[in-house]
């Protein structure tokens, strides 16, 4: 089964960038969507964005589009969430998954599109 690592979480002031790379363990990874997801203390797990196996498909969600953009690199296994204007909202344990079904649809804003999760890495946005 794919694993899932993602690393370059950390503390940055609002208004600031950061990169997240989520590696996978195979090959098998650019045969699948992936997404980013992230959960913030005593909330839900929410959707941030989605990205097709051949990357020429993307979505993200409302509160990030125009500042997060996600990219993918199947020669390097690695899915990046490069994140501009940040804001102490965006707050949280951010998580990468790999999709369940071969395809693109609906199913990926959902959790339960997704069968294979990382551990998170935590970005923290001070005022």
């Known amino acids: 089964q794919v694993q899932l690592v993602e690393s370059g979480g950390g503390l940055v002031q609002a208004g600031g960038s950061l990169r997240l790379s989520c590696e996978a363990s195979?090959?098998?990874?650019?045969?699948?969507?992936m997404g980013w997801f992230r959960q913030a203390p005593g909330k839900e797990r929410e959707f941030v964005a989605a990205?097709?196996?051949?990357?020429?498909?993307?979505f993200h969600e409302d509160s990030v589009k125009g500042r997060f953009t996600i990219s993918r690199d199947n020669a390097k296994n690695t899915v990046y969430l490069q994140m501009n204007s940040l804001r102490p909202e965006d707050t949280a344990v951010y998580y990468c998954?790999?999709?369940?079904?071969?395809?693109?649809?609906?199913?990926?804003?959902?959790?339960?599109?997704?069968?294979?999760w990382g551990q998170g890495t935590q970005v923290t946005v001070s005022s």
């Open positions: 990205i097709s196996w051949s990357g020429g498909n993307a």
């Open positions: 195979e090959r098998t990874f650019s045969n699948h969507a």
């Open positions: 998954a790999a999709a369940t079904l071969a395809g693109w649809g609906f199913w990926l804003v959902h959790l339960d599109g997704y069968n294979v």
